[in-house]
Structures are given as C-alpha cells and as structure tokens.
C-alpha cells in the first residue's frame, strides 16, 4: 500500500484525509514518481471545495490533491526513452500530488521536466502553476524592456513570479499589495502601493508618465482602476476574471504560456537572477493546516507539503 491525500467530498481543507491506496506502478508508457515535495496552488483547494470547478477541470469524486510536484523516478515503463530510475522531476499531476507516488503517461499533456541540479525538490515543486501562469499573464500583453507595468496581487504567488519576470524583461514594476507586503515586495524588485481605493492616484504619482501594460491576477476590482490609466485592454490581463473579463482586457492562464517559460526560470534560479520564496512547509499528515494558512490569502511566497516514505 502507498499513501494520498483523498477527499471523496467537497469543502472546507477537514474533507482532505491522508489514506491508504494501493500503490500504483508504471505501465509500459508511463513513469513512476517517488513524490517528495508538492506545492499548493490556489487552484488545489478550489478545485477541493467548489464542484463547478472541479467539473471544469474533469474532476469526479473520490479525487486525489494537488497539482505540482517534484521527486524521483523510481520505475520506467518498456517504452520510455526520455527518462530513467534515478532521474530527478518536476512537473503536474493534476489531482493526485500529494502522494508516497504518481504514475506518469510520458509524453502526455502534462509535461514532465527534468530538475536542474542545484534545485532543490522544494524549489522545483513550487514551479509548474505559479511558473506558467506568471509567464502567460506578461506574455499575452507583450511586456518588454522599457515598460511600466502594474501587477495587481503582486505579494501572492503568481505575482512573486510576475514581478520577477517582468523585471528580467528589463520593465519597471509596480506591484499592489498590503502595506505589510511592501518590504517582500521591495526585495522582488517592485515598487510597492497599496491596493484599494484611491489606487489610481497613487499610481500616477509613482509612474508620471504612465503606465504602459498591466495584468491582474486577483479578482476583477483592479481592472476597472488599469483601464482607469488610460492603458490600452490589449495590454491588460487577468488571471482570475472567468472567460469574458470586463473592458475586453485578455484573459489568460498556463496553457498560454511561452515555450520554454519554465526554463528560463530555472536557468534564472540557477544563475542567482530569481528567487522562489517559501513561506512554510508541512509534512504529508499535516496538508489541512498547509491549505487552510495558503487560503488565508496573506502567504508571502510558496506553501510546499513535504514527503517522507515510510
């Protein structure tokens, strides 16, 4: 038997159980991952708590957790070339994470990446969702060297990830966020202001001479405010706005990322030009504490759960 986080019905984090399965292994195009890290994305614990989500994504119930993860290739099935038993991996595994081991079809449609040496497990599985998103939310409004840039919800997540991508581009960023965020916002090279009313204002006073692209990647207030600027909607883009945001801007998500997005940012991490802050880790019995303080919504960085096989 192996271990996985199961819930078999939608709500709060308490639905999560840690359960004994039967331990699976790979067929002949597949791989096996020894899991040691899997990072938390907001999209985990919506997809656990909200049935409509879920059934976007194809999700039935029993379902396994979490989506990225990192480890160790402990089987390879007859056909695989790509990948041998010791390889370091990354990659997603979209409702099964947070298990003792995830079967793998290679290639199939959710890429498996080898781990650079000198990236540790928790690094890496901290990548996929936060890595790709962040990717397509600049790349779909063509962020480039010169630019000024407002990310909204720059302290989360995604944002950690967009400020530092846009700066390798050469942009100025400025990023909302509490006023507690400010310095974690400083160290990722943003010029921090606070959200919510008078937002507006406050940005002209930072940027005089305006701003020239923007993506939000929380809720839809803060559309209203960057179409407010005077900024173009085909330089705009949401994240978390549905199908159809308001004023035409782009909605966008992973799947629109760049090719090669999740390399750049690992040579980025490797050469000391980016950074993967990790707010907490938690081990495998302890995965409701880790999404009830990443639902909080006032995390700094990653919420990584921990592996340890028995």
Do not use: C
């Amino acid at each position: 038997m192996s271990r996985a986080i199961m819930y078999t019905s939608f709500g709060e984090p308490d639905v999560l159980e840690l359960q004994d399965i039967p331990e699976p292994h790979a067929g002949a195009d597949e791989v096996r991952v020894r899991v040691a890290a899997a990072g938390l994305n907001p999209m985990d614990w919506m997809v656990a708590s909200m049935p409509d989500v879920a059934a976007m994504f194809n999700i039935t119930l029993p379902s396994g957790f979490g989506t990225d993860f990192a480890g160790i290739i402990d089987e390879v099935g007859l056909n695989v070339k790509d990948f041998h038993i010791g390889d370091r991996v990354f990659g997603g595994a979209l409702g099964r994470a947070v298990a003792d081991y995830i079967v793998l079809k290679v290639p199939s449609i959710e890429p498996l990446h080898h781990t650079p040496s000198g990236i540790t497990d928790v690094i890496a599985s901290a990548l996929p969702i936060a890595g790709l998103t962040a990717d397509a939310a600049l790349s779909v409004i063509g962020v480039t060297s010169g630019d000024t840039v407002l990310i909204g919800g720059a302290a989360g997540g995604v944002g950690t990830f967009a400020v530092q991508l846009a700066k390798l581009t050469g942009a100025t960023v400025i990023g909302t966020g509490s006023e507690d965020s400010f310095d974690y916002l400083h160290k990722l090279g943003a010029i921090p202001v606070t959200y919510g009313k008078g937002l507006a204002d406050r940005v002209r006073k930072l940027a005089p001479n305006g701003v020239d692209a923007a993506t939000v990647l929380v809720g839809t207030e803060t559309i209203a405010v960057v179409l407010a600027l005077g900024i173009s909607p085909a330089r705009i883009s949401a994240i978390a706005a549905g199908p159809n945001p308001p004023g035409g801007v782009h909605p966008t998500g992973g799947a629109q990322a760049s090719p090669g997005a999740l390399d750049r940012i690992t040579n980025a991490i490797s050469s000391g030009k980016f950074i993967v802050p990790i707010a907490a880790t938690f081990p495998i019995e302890r995965t409701r504490e880790a999404v009830t303080l990443q639902r909080g919504g006032h995390v700094h960085g990653k919420v990584v759960i921990l592996n340890e096989i028995h």
